[in-house]
T-cell receptor, first 112, second 113 residues
């Protein structure tokens, strides 16, 4: 069935280093891939997204890459800061339904 | 603030009881989605409504039901509550076809004792 795998489940980096989170989706019909950041006890917030007709998208320190052939996409955060510490979720959206299938989340800790 | 509102913020109840969670989408959004997030877990998709009609269903238990009203607000009804139903319940909304972005509400924290 529909599935999104996300790795790693936890990630610790030193402040200023880069962080990479990877997701793999199963349904080749998926055409929209958002990333959400969730701080403890708060709502998930959209931080960046990419559509299937684009290979890469960047917004300041955050970038997302998509490999449709391999059915995987990645979140890259450069120059990490303590406020980047949160849980990050990837998702894949099924074309025609707009239903999201979320990955299991990555807890990112940025060590000062 | 995403523009999506949810009430109540917190709900404490006992096993076997029934509760109703309410969600108001962003102005103009036609789709409403419900998610369950158990402690330190991911976001489990429950159900989606679009302009009053059920559009997609996830792993929603038979004890749970939802509806979207003509003014587009939505309610999630949870009955015969069990301890394992304790979780954060999020509502999200999105706009017209072609706009995939979902905006999440602040959530309702349900505690079943």
């Amino acid at each position: 069935g529909e599935n999104v795998e996300q790795h790693p489940s936890t990630l610790s980096v030193q402040e200023g280093d880069s962080a990479v989170i990877k997701c793999t989706y199963s349904d080749s019909a998926s055409n929209y891939f958002p990333w959400y950041k969730q701080e403890l006890g708060k709502r998930p917030q959209l931080i960046i997204d990419i559509r299937s007709n684009v290979g890469e998208k960047k917004d300041q320190r955050i970038a997302v890459t998509l490999n449709k052939t391999a059915k995987h996409f990645s979140l890259h955060i450069t120059e990490t800061q303590p406020e980047d510490s949160a849980v990050y979720f990837c998702a894949a959206s099924l074309a025609g339904t707009y239903k999201y299938i979320f990955g299991t989340g990555t807890r990112l800790k940025v060590l000062a | 603030d995403s523009g999506v509102t949810q009430t109540p913020k917190h709900l404490i109840t006992a096993t076997g009881q029934r509760v109703t969670l309410r969600c108001s989408p962003r102005s103009g959004d036609l789709s409403v989605y419900w998610y369950q997030q158990s402690l330190d877990q991911g976001l489990q998709f429950l159900i989606q409504y679009y302009n009053g009609e059920e559009r997609a269903k996830g792993n929603i238990l038979e004890r749970f039901s939802a509806q979207q009203f003509p003014d587009l607000h939505s309610e999630l009804n949870l009955s015969s509550l069990e301890l394992g139903d304790s979780a954060l319940y999020f509502c999200a909304s999105s706009g017209l076809a072609g706009k995939n972005e979902q905006f999440f509400g602040p959530g309702t924290r349900l505690t079943v004792l």
